[in-house]
């Protein structure tokens, strides 16, 4: 099976591949009696390299248990850790629900390493599940030190957290930001049941009508769009045939 149909089968949320992320170098312990030569510094790399594309490959596959296995094995025999394996023991608590723990290996991997910008991408997403708000945003802040440029992930999730902390008119201003950024599903629907949830039934319809023909296929889609104008429609009727005192 391609890598591709790995991905496209799991379903998993956007993680690094082991090449792009910086590893670290992990030199085996050396005993009284051990009489091998010692591996030059582009073996090391390439043997790093190998085993990060093993934990890679194992994550998209869902095999989150050989995933620690090999992660442990690799730790016990090497005597250090990689940012790269913290980081994808982060993932898998996230995927297995542990939010405490998998935002504790990001935190990890942050101090390690303060420039990378999909740990902070993992911190916020895991702030806001953990309802951390306002520690969500300040990483959004310091993302986008990193990459100025504007990016879906993290205007839909400004977006979502100046609404739990009650900063409706910030929240309304980034969920529309993150789908002019790019157009997503998600973000339609995000904002749309903003909408809904203040009870603007008429943007949120507009909001559903102008996903549907940007997404035509979407069954979620029509079948949100169907049920809100269907009570808007029982609404209006209602009002009309209800007599007045």
């Known amino acids: 099976m391609s890598t591709e149909a790995l991905q496209n089968s799991s379903n998993a949320f956007p993680i690094t591949s082991p090449g ?19 591996k030059t510094i582009l073996q090391q790399v390439q043997d790093s390299d190998s085993r990060n594309w ?46 405490d723990d998998a935002l504790n290996f990001m935190k990890q991997c942050y101090i390690r390493d303060r420039m990378n910008w999909e740990v902070l991408k993992e911190l916020t997403s895991l702030s806001y599940l953990t309802r951390a708000y306002q520690e969500a945003l300040s990483y959004v802040e310091l993302a986008k030190e990193l990459e100025p440029a504007q990016d879906w992930f993290m205007a839909h999730h400004q977006g979502l957290c100046y609404e739990r902390i009650g900063e409706l008119s910030l929240a309304e201003d980034h969920l ?14 995000t904002l749309a049941e903003f909408y ?30 169907g049920r809100l104008q269907t009570k808007v429609r029982q609404y209006c009727k209602s009002s009309y045939t209800t007599p007045h005192p």
Not at 21 to 38: A, D, F, T
Not at 176 to 189: D, T, V, W
């Open 176 to 189: 529309k930001s993150a789908i002019n950024i790019q157009p997503q599903e998600k973000s339609y629907i």
């Open 20 to 38: 792009q992320y910086p590893s670290i170098i992990e030199v085996p312990r050396k005993g009284p009696l051990q009489n091998k030569p010692e």
């Open 54 to 99: 093993l934990y890679y490959q194992l994550f998209l596959r869902q095999d989150f248990d050989a995933c620690d296995v090999s992660l442990a094995i690799t730790e016990a025999s090497a005597g250090v850790q990689s940012t790269y394996a913290i980081y994808m023991k982060g993932l898998i608590a996230k995927r297995q629900g542990k939010l």
């Open 196 to 225: 809904i949830r203040r009870n603007s039934l008429e943007k949120a319809i507009e909001i559903l009508d102008r996903a549907k023909r940007v997404f035509p296929e979407s069954l979620p889609l029509a079948a949100r769009l």
